[in-house]
């Protein structure tokens, strides 16, 4: 028997277990698409949500995206608003103590955030330089951007700065793609979908449901360079997008085949995704296909929703992971070092376990700190489904989020059935950003949720695992010490000879942005670390040792 205890306790300290602790965080967000049973193309979609830390004050803030009537019809409504209006984005800053609960206080009037357009995604970067981050918002209609004032205020620029795109924009990314020190934006169109002429498309037993992008013409992304103080112009057609057509809907940025400039990755729904490599002149070119990321395996274009990055193999490579519509599987690409990739979904155990689910917001995260990058889905379906209808579901497109470990030795495991009820209520999970809220050392996760409340699922792992993994983490800074270096790649050399790479980005997962820190997960290794720093720019700097389960930060201009 005591032989027995032991091995359920070994068993338990791999397990993270996510708490949703929303209802007593202080926040009361409630998304609102105005849905009238008209089944309009763009409720369907829903809004992202950003972890962004607005006000410098060393923790994460929340900003969640907003819809809204839809053609200013308020009779009729399905999901009343919930909140005083008007409809609006909401800011939510995070006053949590080290003792405390996650803490936020809603301050979107104060911090004068005036985003009242039918809200999509959000991107977070400072475009100007002046070390506060900036916001951009994508919408069904004219985006937006939020100036940061650095007082706790925001203020909106005309013309988004230069960077509107009247389009049906959904994701977007900051990116220094010319490495001139200025923020680029590249934004994702979906499709051509007019109010006025609406189309009208049925299930599978006759009913009428929400239609496909099929049904619709796919549109050119935005791409928009920053002139210098966050000022852009659309550059879309110098720089070789603007020919390109098609229903996208999720963006990273990142370098792909390791020739020290940034690449761009478009997640498209039910066509070939896009790999935009950059020629390092101004211009980009797709290599999706000749790179195997445009298609699975099988040599079919997906339904891609989410994607994110990373190097979940440790070999110091960005991998690609993408979530998408039910019975097509999540899949995984595995780089092989010079932007060359292969289909690795079914032998890394991802097919099956994604089959019946529709995934949107998704990341590589290390939900253990074992040193292994685990994998999680915000799911939600996009027809309605037959029993939840039958059943009386007055939004009938719920499905529950996914989260799987990684075994090591190239396998994971869904893990999901033993995080809990509030991990694995059924909604309808669009957007999921991912950061550490209450500082202490583990990744916690954010789900925008179409029509409903959001989730705030604070990861206890090291709460409760005795004793816990370690762990280090690094806010990574231009030369003002307030800039996040977006780029930057991390380098951590562990005593056993193994190097950890993680960059420094804000970008991916389903319309939303995440933290821009680094978090390792360092395992049993209880010694300090050293770190080598792949700037923006081409250039490296060594740095170390650090104290381990600590955060520290590392200024461009400190570097050596």
């Known amino acids: 028997m005591k032989y027995l205890l032991i091995t359920l306790l070994i068993f338990s300290q791999a397990q993270a277990e996510f708490v949703d602790k929303l209802t007593e965080s202080g926040i009361d967000f409630t998304h609102f698409n105005g849905m009238t049973g008209k089944l309009y193309f763009h409720e369907m979609m829903g809004g992202g949500v950003a972890l962004l830390d607005y006000d410098n004050d060393g ?78 918002l994508t919408n069904y209609g004219s985006n937006q951007l939020l100036l940061n004032n650095g007082d706790g205020t925001f203020s909106l620029q005309a013309d988004a700065g230069g960077a509107d795109d009247k389009r049906w924009s959904i994701g977007a990314s900051f990116v220094d793609m010319d490495r001139d020190g200025w923020l680029d934006l590249y934004v994702v169109n979906y499709v051509n979908y007019k109010l006025a002429s609406p189309k009208t498309c049925r299930a599978i037993d006759g009913t009428p449901d929400y239609c496909s992008p099929q049904a619709f013409n796919g549109v050119a992304d935005g791409y928009f360079r920053n002139q210098g103080k966050g000022v852009f112009s659309n550059q879309g057609s110098r720089v070789g997008i603007a020919q390109r057509k098609a229903p996208g809907l999720g963006v990273i940025s990142a370098d792909f085949n390791q020739d020290g400039w940034p690449d761009i990755y478009v997640a498209n729904d039910g066509e070939a995704n896009i790999l935009w490599m950059n020629q390092k002149n101004g211009s980009v070119q797709d290599r999706a296909m000749l790179s195997g990321v445009a298609v699975n395996m099988n040599g079919m274009p997906e339904a891609s929703m989410g994607v994110d990055a990373a190097d979940f193999d440790n070999d110091g490579d960005v991998d690609l992971f993408m979530t998408h519509l039910n019975r097509q599987t999540n899949t995984l690409y595995v780089n092989n070092g010079k932007g060359w990739f292969q ?71 869904d893990i999901s059935a033993q995080q809990g009820a509030g991990f694995l209520r059924p909604d309808v999970s669009r957007g999921a950003a991912f950061g550490d809220i209450d500082n202490d ?35 990574v800074k231009q030369a003002n010490g307030k800039t996040d270096a977006l780029g930057a790649v991390i380098e951590v050399a562990l005593g056993d000879g193994r190097h950890l790479f993680k960059r420094v980005h804000t970008d991916g997962s389903y319309a939303s942005a995440r933290d821009p820190r680094v978090l390792f997960g360092l395992g049993k290794n209880a010694e300090p670390v050293k770190i080598i720093v792949h700037w923006p720019d081409g250039t490296t700097t060594r740095h170390g040792p650090f104290k381990i389960d600590l955060y520290h930060q590392i200024n461009r201009k400190t570097s050596s």
């Not at 308020?74 to 609960?101: C, M, Q, S, V």
């Not at 809603?106 to 970067?125: C, E, L, N, P, R």
């Not at 917001?361 to 029993?387: E, M, Q, T, Y």
């Not at 179409?450 to 806010?475: E, S, T």
């Open 441 to 475: 050392g583990d990744i916690d996760i954010v789900v925008a949720n179409n029509a409903g409340k959001p989730q705030l699922l604070i990861n206890d792992i090291n709460k409760k695992a005795k004793p816990a993994n370690h762990w280090v983490g690094f806010a």
């Open 59 to 136: 923790d994460l803030d929340i900003y969640f995206v907003q819809g809204n009537y839809i053609n200013g019809q308020k009779d009729g409504l399905i999901f009343a608003p919930r909140h005083p209006e008007p409809l609006t984005d909401r800011l939510y800053r995070n006053d949590t103590t080290e003792a405390d609960e996650p803490r936020f206080t809603d301050v979107t009037k104060q911090a004068g955030i005036t985003a009242s357009g039918y809200g999509m995604g959000v991107a977070t970067g400072d475009i100007d330089n002046d070390g506060d981050v900036d916001i951009y």
């Open 343 to 413: 289909d690795a979904t079914v032998r890394m155990g991802l097919g099956s376990s994604s089959y019946k689910q529709t995934g949107f917001g998704a990341a590589w995260i290390d939900v253990d700190n074992d040193g292994l990058l685990d994998l999680f889905s915000a799911n939600g379906g996009v027809v309605r489904d037959l029993k939840q209808t039958k059943a009386g579901e007055i939004y009938p497109m719920k499905q529950a989020n996914q989260l799987w470990l990684n075994k090591g030795k190239g396998k994971y495991e």
